[in-house]
């Protein structure tokens, strides 16, 4: 299993479109922009919908549990900040109550060789300091 | 078809020495490129009056110096100081590509007669790719913290799903590094020059980002390519055979910024572009004789071919294998070597190839007979561009 302990992660900053997002993620819980003319989700915060170009737009509460929908595996160690972790797995999320929209995550609580297309997961929140909580994700446990 | 097929045309092409290092500034680099153009068409330096480049430095983190780690057009007007300019433009939305079809648009103008192009790119001491630093800032707050770095990341999600949806085996990809090696030792410009690359190298090389290995990555190089742009009947008298432009296409779909990972955005991207080239060259994917797309990384390679059209989705690693894509192949496929056998010099190269292959002009690695050649002159996904050129005007 990766080794995250020792790792400097980049600390989010922040702006007028995504302040909502990590203000509810210190909460502990998730919220995407959402489309109050069509009701389309997305991910990452953007000045318009996506889907039918409509400016109302409002960050509401989302289900976590989603599938894996891309993932790689890193080797590399250009930066040092994440060298203690590697191999590690840096996957892309697509949201069951959030088609389209995609999160970054990291596959954490289960060796990296766990991460495939398709895998059910589910957000947890990792702290990183009294102003950012990341949202992350672990594999959904079997009933 | 377009009104406008073949009336501009290729008729000259340069190169710099490429280095692994940054011993010399990179203007040098892209001097040497700019005066082999000039010279291989047989104009002189004064007959030059239209410049175009894209002056980016992919390497994320590092500082971008007019002349040491770009090299502008005002970098270049100030070099060449060129008595006859009547025309020049940097492009954003699209990579050199879209250099070269507004060097197109402009000689089709009339705003300038003789128009050069080049890509000059950069090697920074250090690593190459530096995450943010202890802030992640703009679109990389979504991606940065997790460890998403550099492009190579990015693609490398969309290529497990395009593995993992497919039934695919990365192993197959061994074909088209060690294909496109072979093809590297016809090209003494290349960094890869008669180096050998084999089957069990590639298998064997260490993991960088999964699944790709390091024979999947172009080397960061310090190099620069040149081309000269004319209109086809000024073209005709000069010394080289003209490499005809048929039709261009660029990619008309953009992902929201920091949404990394869409496979479907590098299909929408390379087909909307293909669209485009087809409709005005037209041709069609079995028409064509010759065909360089873009491999900074190796799976670029599948992205193009199946969104392009020349195989279906899904296919395109079984597309390559059986000698498709070697020089007396159905396909020849980035015949010059392409970014894994030149170095990171981005599709400025595999233009050149592609017009190099149409006029009959690539040398020892010349496919036979080419008349139609095709080019995927970026990854489909941000930059992409698409290009049709051809031997004999019709």
């Known amino acids: ?143 | 078809m377009w009104d406008n097929r073949c009336k501009v045309a290729v008729s000259g092409v340069g190169f710099s020495k490429v280095t692994r290092s940054a011993d010399i500034p990179l203007a040098a680099h892209a001097l040497e490129a700019v005066k082999g153009a000039v010279a291989d068409s047989g104009l002189q330096m004064s007959d030059i009056d239209g410049l175009a480049t894209y002056p980016e430095l992919p390497a994320t983190g590092h500082a971008e110096v007019d002349g040491i780690s770009v090299v502008s057009v005002n970098c270049m007007m100030a070099m060449l100081k060129l008595p006859a300019l009547t025309w020049h433009i940097q492009v954003g939305t699209t990579n050199i590509g879209g250099a070269v079809q507004q060097a197109v648009n402009a000689l089709l103008a009339g705003v300038c007669k003789y128009a050069v192009v080049w890509r000059a790119m950069h090697n920074p001491r250090g690593t190459y790719q530096n995450l943010p630093g202890a802030y992640a800032h703009g679109a990389a707050q979504f991606t940065a913290p997790y460890g998403f770095g550099g492009p190579g990341q990015g693609m490398a999600v969309a290529y497990t799903r395009w593995l993992e949806r497919n039934n695919q085996n990365r192993e197959k990809m061994a074909t088209l590094a060690v294909t496109q090696r072979r093809h590297t030792h016809h090209n003494p410009h290349a960094w890869f020059y008669k180096v050998p690359l084999s089957r069990e190298d590639y298998l064997a090389s260490r993991m960088v980002a999964y699944p790709f290995c390091l024979f999947d990555c172009d080397i960061p190089v310090q190099g620069a390519v040149a081309i000269v742009l004319t209109t086809a009947d000024r073209a005709r008298d000069l010394k080289p055979k003209p490499a005809y432009i048929a039709g261009y296409g660029q990619r008309l779909h953009f992902e929201v910024a920091g949404r990394i990972g869409s496979l479907s955005s590098y299909m929408e991207g390379g087909s909307s572009s293909a669209k485009l080239t087809w409709e005005r060259s037209g041709f069609s994917p079995k028409d064509v004789d010759v065909a360089q797309i873009y491999d900074g990384f190796s799976a670029s390679v599948i992205y193009g071919l199946e969104s392009y059209g020349f195989c279906k989705e899904g296919e395109a690693l079984d597309f390559i294998q059986d000698g498709r894509i070697e020089l007396d192949g159905e396909l020849p496929l980035n015949t010059f070597g392409g970014s894994l056998g030149t170095g990171r010099i981005h599709g400025l190269w595999h233009i050149i190839e592609g017009a190099l292959q149409a006029s009959g002009r690539a040398g020892s690695r010349q496919v036979k007979d080419a008349n139609v050649s095709f080019v995927g002159a970026s990854a489909p996904i941000v930059t992409g561009t698409t290009f049709i050129f051809v031997g004999e005007p019709y």
């Open chain 1, 1 to 143: 299993m990766s080794d995250w302990s020792k790792v400097t992660r980049p600390i989010p900053v922040p702006n007028e479109w995504t302040k909502p997002f990590w203000d509810a993620a210190r909460r502990g819980v998730l919220e995407l922009q959402r489309c109050q003319s069509c009701g389309h989700f997305q991910h990452p915060p953007y000045a318009t919908c996506v889907r039918c170009i409509g400016t109302d737009l409002k960050f509401e509460a989302v289900r976590g549990g989603g599938a894996i929908y891309a993932y790689t595996i890193m080797y590399h160690t250009g930066d040092k900040r994440f060298a203690s972790a590697v191999p590690y797995a840096s996957i892309i999320v697509e949201l069951e109550a959030a088609p389209g929209a995609l999160l970054a995550g990291n596959l954490l609580e289960a060796p990296y060789t766990e991460a495939k297309v398709g895998r059910r997961v589910e957000v947890i929140f990792e702290k990183l300091n009294d102003d950012i909580t990341l949202p992350q994700f672990r594999l959904v446990r079997a009933e």
